[in-house]
């Protein structure tokens, strides 16, 4: 495969993964109801400047949002959005939960565990950061 065919791979990954970020977090909202969904992506894009699209590239201002929002409860929309995302990978990745588990920090796990794969072109179970987290 040439370099290009490697980075436009690379690219189309980044999308499908930030594409999945985005219908986790959507479905996870949804269990809430349609209304109040609507209710934090508004409230999220005027008060906070996130606009919906942005969310899978300002994944720690969009934690802080919701932590702002819903103050302890927003950890329990975070577990939503890992579990459903965790789903959506086709559970490729065993579940380590590190000391400091956050959203954000699943979420770049998850992402650097794509690249580690498109780059070698197979499947991993678990990259040396999620082991290494997990300690």
């Not at 690219?11 to 949804?30: G, M």
């Not at 201002?61 to 103050?71: H, V």
């Not at 650097?112 to 990259?127: I, P, R």
Request: aromatic fraction near 10%.
């Amino acid at each position: 495969m040439s370099a290009f065919g490697v980075v436009s791979q690379l690219h189309l990954q980044k999308k499908t993964f930030n594409r999945l970020v985005l219908e986790a977090i959507d479905e996870a909202l949804s269990s809430l109801g349609e209304t109040p969904k609507i209710a934090i992506y508004f409230h999220i894009d005027k008060t906070f400047n996130i606009k919906k699209q942005e969310i899978p590239h300002r994944i720690e201002d969009f934690t802080s949002a919701l932590e702002e929002i819903f103050g302890l409860g927003a950890k329990h929309l975070e577990i939503s959005f890992m579990k459903h995302l965790h789903a959506k990978i086709g559970g490729i990745y065993e579940w380590i939960e590190p000391k400091d588990f956050t959203f954000p920090t699943y979420v770049h796990m998850i992402k650097q565990n794509l690249v580690y794969t498109s780059k070698n072109g197979k499947e991993v179970e678990k990259s040396n950061e999620c082991n290494q987290m997990a300690k």
